[in-house]
């Protein structure tokens, strides 16, 4: 049987004594900058507008087209598409209860009815992920309509939960 020579036990030993300290430290650190880490209220709104005026740039860009305004440009529709795909996913995590004393547009409603405010939410998400879809399959007449659903879904939400101007 093969003896383990005392000082590799004390290493042993002392190296266990540092994990447990080390572990806690570590843990503590992260909670730490997890705390500090916390957004602003203001900049939260900052970053809800600032996607909210993005959403608006890309989606009112293709209304024109869907109205016959102006020509059908299918690379501007794909590339406005995808640009909107992302967009509409970035403002709701701003539309946190702490951002509700803050300036803005934003109703009390959204706060009052989270439920409401919530289907609104899943309503524009569902015609984006239809939209998306339609884009991918290159139909003009379809994607037009899909743009002017888009409009509608966004529309509606503003329709009950933004100050009118």
């Known amino acids: 049987m093969r003896r383990v020579p ?7 030993r002392m190296i266990n004594k540092l994990i447990a300290p080390a ?3 570590l843990l503590g650190a992260t909670y730490t900058l997890c705390a500090f880490a916390q957004v602003k209220p203001e900049i939260l709104v900052e ?16 209304l024109p087209m869907a109205q016959g305004k102006t ?9 406005n598409a995808g640009y909107l795909d992302v967009l509409t ?19 009390p409603e959204i706060y009052k009815d989270p439920a409401g405010f919530k289907a ?4 524009l998400h569902t015609e984006m992920v ?9 139909n ?26």
């Open 6 to 12: 005392p000082n590799c036990l004390s290493v042993k």
């Open 23 to 25: 572990l806690v430290l």
């Open 47 to 62: 970053q809800r507008q600032g996607a909210m005026r993005l959403q608006g740039k890309y989606l009112y860009s293709l």
């Open 71 to 79: 020509p059908y440009d299918a690379g501007v529709v794909a590339r």
């Open 89 to 107: 996913w970035m403002a709701w995590d701003g539309f946190d209860p702490v951002t509700q004393g803050e300036k803005s547009r934003a109703l």
């Open 120 to 123: 609104a939410e899943d309503k």
């Open 130 to 138: 239809k939209f998306v879809a339609t884009v991918k399959a290159g």
């Open 140 to 165: 003009e007449a379809n994607i037009k309509t899909g743009i002017v659903d888009l409009n509608k879904a966004c529309n509606s939400c503003h329709e009950n939960f933004r100050q009118k101007r």
